[in-house]
């Protein structure tokens, strides 16, 4: 493992183990930022909502070629670049500031990304989470949903399931799921294809 990978471990699992401290063991919690307020004596931070914070900030790093150089460009000062990132996600919670302020005074705001996906890592797997791609060819009724949904907490043996849907027509009917490194294609597309294959 390189000393960068262990320096990115190692922010991450600081970061979560403080965070998993204020949680209450069987509370279920929600991302979301309605009704907090930080300033109130009972606001804890969570690790959804420190999750949803570094994901938001990941965006920013990666979405955009031109922040993607400013942020990885030396001769900007860590200062300037927090800076930035303030001046676009003014509401950020205070842990996640410090947080900020700690790996600029350290020169390590690049390694935010890597940071945020480790984070995501360790809380699915706190959570008995699981991330799945699920790609509709067609509008599904509530009832196939339901059903999708759960078989696959049966099959990947999850407590809660943390789904991308999207909807592609070129799949003509059925579903396209990705979970982890495996692809399943019940797609209408794909029966069509092997068909024409068999012939």
Do not use: W
């Amino acid at each position: 493992m390189s000393i960068r990978k262990k320096i990115i471990n190692a922010y991450t699992k600081a970061l979560f183990t403080y965070v998993k401290q204020f949680e209450i063991p069987g509370k279920v919690y929600v991302a979301a930022y309605m009704c907090l307020d930080e300033d109130s004596p009972n606001f804890k931070p969570n690790t959804y909502m420190t999750g949803e914070e570094l994901l938001l900030l990941r965006c920013l790093f990666t979405s955009s070629e031109t922040l993607r150089t400013y942020f990885n460009d030396p001769t900007h000062s860590e200062t300037d670049k927090y800076e930035v990132i303030k001046t676009i996600f003014p509401g950020l919670s205070r842990l996640t500031k410090h947080f900020l302020e700690m790996l600029v005074a350290r020169h390590h705001l690049k390694l935010l990304p890597y940071i945020s996906s480790e984070f995501t890592k360790l809380m699915l797997e706190a959570k008995k989470s699981t991330n799945i791609k699920i790609i509709f060819g067609s509008a599904a009724r509530e009832q196939d949903a339901v059903l999708v949904l759960e078989t696959l907490k049966k099959f990947t043996r999850s407590k809660a399931l943390i789904l991308s849907a999207a909807f592609r027509e070129q799949l003509l009917g059925g579903v396209l799921l990705e979970y982890k490194s495996v692809s399943v294609n019940g797609s209408l597309s794909n029966e069509m294809e092997q068909l024409l294959n068999e012939i």
